[in-house]
C-alpha cells in the first residue's frame, strides 16, 4: 500500500521535463524502481500471453527493447534455460540495475543487460525473436525503434508487440473502435507521464510484418476506480 501511494505520487508529479530522454527516464523511476515490477504487474496486462505466444526455438536468441527491470524474461518460464543468448537493452539505468539484480538472484547466465537506446542499438548477428513490451509509447521517435527490431530480426524471425493503444476515428476492418472520449482521455491521462498512446502504432506494425497474433484488450488501471485502459498486443514474422 505504501509503496503503491509513493508510485502514485511520482506519477501524479509526472515524467520530468529537464535533461534528455535517458535522464529523464532515470529521474522518473529511480524512486520508484524498486517497486516498479510490483505496481506494474497490476497495471501492464497481457505481458505473459505475449512471451507465451513469442516462438523462440531451442537455442535461440532473443532481444528485448525497453526491457526496463527485466521481468518479462520471467515469462518464458523453463524455456529461458534453453535459449543460447537473451539481451535486455533499456535507455534507463535505474531499471537496468534492477534487472542486472535479477539476472543474479535467479542466476540467469544466459541474459545481458545492455544500457541503450533502442531505436540505434544492435546485435552483432541477426537474432530469432524481438520483444516491445510497453516501450513504445515512452519512445518519441518510435517508428525508427519498430524499424531497428526488424533491422535486427533474421528473416522468419517473430517480433512481440505490445502496448497502451487508441484506435483511430475509423478503424480497419476487424479492429477494435474506441468512442469520442477514450481516444482523448487516455492520450491526456497517460502524457503526464512520458506516455503516448498512438493511433498509428498498430497500423504501422501491421504494415511491417506477417501478424500471427493480434489482440486489442482492455486492463485495470490501479488505483482507477475500475476504469480499464485499452492495449494491443501483436505477434508478426519478419517476411524475407
Same mark, same amino acid.
Given at each position: 500500500?505504501?509503496?503503491?501511494? =509513493? ?10 521535463? =529537464?535533461?534528455?530522454?535517458?535522464? #529523464? ?63 535486455i537493452v533499456d535507455l534507463c539505468p535505474a531499471l537496468l540495475t ?26 552483432? #548477428?541477426?537474432?530469432?525473436? +524481438?520483444?516491445?513490451?510497453?516501450c513504445l509509447t515512452m519512445i518519441p521517435d518510435w517508428f525508427l525503434? +519498430? ?12 517480433i512481440g508487440v505490445i502496448d497502451f493503444h487508441v484506435a483511430r ?13 477514450? #481516444? ?33 484488450? #482492455? ?22
Amino acid at each position: 500500500m505504501i509503496a503503491d501511494l =509513493a508510485t502514485i505520487r511520482r506519477l501524479i508529479r509526472g515524467q520530468p521535463r =529537464a535533461g534528455d530522454l535517458a535522464e #529523464r527516464l532515470d529521474a522518473f523511476y529511480r524512486p520508484q524502481a524498486a517497486h516498479y515490477d510490483r505496481f506494474r504487474d497490476a497495471m501492464l496486462h497481457g505481458r505473459e500471453e505475449l512471451v507465451t505466444a513469442l516462438a523462440v526455438p531451442p537455442g535461440g536468441t532473443l532481444v528485448e527493447l525497453g526491457g526496463g527491470t527485466g521481468r518479462n524474461i520471467e515469462f518464458l518460464g523453463p524455456r529461458l534455460a534453453g535459449l543460447a543468448q537473451v539481451t535486455i537493452v533499456d535507455l534507463c539505468p535505474a531499471l537496468l540495475t534492477q534487472a542486472r539484480e535479477r539476472c543474479r538472484r535467479l542466476a540467469w547466465t544466459n541474459v545481458a543487460c545492455v544500457e541503450a537506446d533502442a531505436c540505434r542499438w544492435r546485435p552483432e #548477428r541477426p537474432v530469432d525473436a +524481438v520483444l516491445l513490451s510497453y516501450c513504445l509509447t515512452m519512445i518519441p521517435d518510435w517508428f525508427l525503434a +519498430v524499424d531497428n527490431a526488424l533491422s535486427m530480426l533474421r528473416p522468419g524471425g517473430v517480433i512481440g508487440v505490445i502496448d497502451f493503444h487508441v484506435a483511430r476515428r475509423v478503424p480497419a476492418a476487424g479492429h477494435a473502435s474506441h468512442g469520442a472520449l477514450t #481516444r482523448w482521455f487516455w492520450p491526456w491521462w497517460f502524457a503526464h507521464s512520458g506516455v503516448h498512446p498512438s493511433t498509428d502504432h498498430l497500423p504501422y506494425l501491421l504494415s511491417r510484418v506477417r501478424p500471427q497474433r493480434v489482440v486489442e484488450a #482492455r486492463g485495470r488501471v490501479p488505483w482507477m476506480l475500475g476504469l480499464k485502459a485499452p492495449y494491443f498486443s501483436l505477434v508478426g514474422t519478419k517476411d524475407g
